[in-house]
């Protein structure tokens, strides 16, 4: 059973389309991540789950009920916010407990929910300290406790680790998927970092221009991309998405165009399937390398392209050197240019 379902919603301010035709339903206890550039249109679909913005048109329910026209108190949810929203005169268990104090929960089931919050997310120690005096991490630990106590099936996080350091984010991002497994939350994340998706998702919706690009599991997305633009976006390096030319012609013409069609396409190829080979028709100048200590990373121009290369360990060429690049049919994506779409069975890849 779907815990959050969106039916053929649109939101619209006057002539300015943000949404359209949004269908997507997060399962019981499941993960889902909204996940595209700035402007998308992900977080404006959160604030309609949470009721912050009313559909155009379009149906919202959670858990059975339409609550397409419900204030966010009567949605039975909980909200975690990219900027916190601690209050900074309260301490940590006041700040804690504010909603539940406005929901007039009696002291004594109040006091029980704090101590199971605090013991989950490791906050005993600084109950009486204000906001002002914690590190970014604790303070989302706050924010993470006020969703906790709430008890509420759904949670709704909108950018919550944006504000820390990449090495914070990391260690978050852990104890926010232990957390929504042990409790068995339905979450919706809004996020525009594709690892932070990639990492902590069930599902992941890639969104763009108001509407969804693709929805499916992580492995969905990296290994069978419906577009370029999915293929282009997941990947730490992104796939490179390439027009062909002679020379890539020349190495794959069998691959391109397996039935004989020549309509201009795009090709896809993920970084690390691409290995330096002398014996190539593809031949390119190194503009960069970076080093990252288990990969090195090579840009390469061949023709109008820059190509991404990942090569393991350290590599043994410099810009300016001239290097061969190949391979292999089976890793090749292709795309119709004009649609970007997805072009059926290729080169033996899934569609």
């Known amino acids: ?49 949470a009721g912050l913005e009313t559909p155009t048109s379009g149906t919202i329910e959670i858990e059975g009920r339409d609550v397409s026209n419900l204030p966010p108190v009567k949605r039975n949810i909980s909200m975690v916010f990219q900027n916190y929203a601690l209050f900074p005169h309260l301490n940590v268990a006041e700040n804690i407990l504010f909603g539940l104090k406005a929901r007039k929960v009696p002291k004594k089931e109040r006091r029980k929910r704090l101590d199971e919050a605090v013991s989950l997310l490791g906050l005993s120690g600084f109950l009486e300290r204000r906001p002002a005096q914690l590190s970014g991490g604790q303070r989302q630990r706050i924010a993470l406790g006020r969703a906790i106590v709430a008890q509420v099936p759904v949670c709704l996080m909108d ?11 990391q260690e978050m991002r852990q104890e926010i998927r232990l957390l929504q497994q042990r ?8 996020t525009h970092d594709q ?15 108001g509407h969804i690009e693709q929805y499916g599991t992580p492995e969905d997305l990296y290994n069978l991309p419906a577009t370029a633009f999915t293929g282009g976006f997941i ?29 201009p396409i795009l090709i896809g190829v993920r970084p690390e399937k691409i290995e330096l080979s002398a014996n190539s028709n593809i031949q390119g100048t190194v503009e960069t390398v970076e080093y990252l200590g ?6 390469c121009r061949t023709g109008d ?22 391979w292999k ?18 080169a033996g890849v899934r569609p």
Request: charged content about 25%; glycine content about 8%; some cysteine.
């Open 1 to 49: 059973m779907s815990t959050i379902v969106l039916k053929n919603i649109c939101k619209s301010w006057g002539d300015t389309e943000a949404l359209r035709d949004i269908n997507l339903s997060c399962g019981k206890g499941e993960l889902l991540v909204l996940l595209g550039p700035s402007g998308c249109g992900k977080s404006t679909t959160l604030r309609l789950i």
């Open 159 to 169: 950018e919550p680790l944006s504000n820390l350091d990449a090495k914070l984010r």
């Open 183 to 190: 409790l068995k939350m339905s979450m919706v994340y809004v």
């Open 195 to 209: 690892v932070e998706a990639m990492t902590i998702a069930d599902k992941i919706i890639l969104m763009k221009d």
């Open 235 to 263: 990947g730490n390096p992104p796939m490179n998405i390439l027009t062909p030319d002679a020379a890539i012609f020349a190495e794959f013409s069998t691959a391109l165009f397996p039935a004989g069609d020549t309509k």
């Open 294 to 299: 288990a990969d090195s990373l090579l840009l």
């Open 305 to 326: 392209h820059s190509i991404t290369v990942s090569v393991k360990g350290k590599a043994e060429v410099f810009p300016g050197d001239k290097v061969g690049l190949i």
């Open 329 to 346: 049919e089976e890793d090749i994506h292709l795309f119709d240019a004009q649609t970007g779409r997805r072009i059926g069975i290729t």
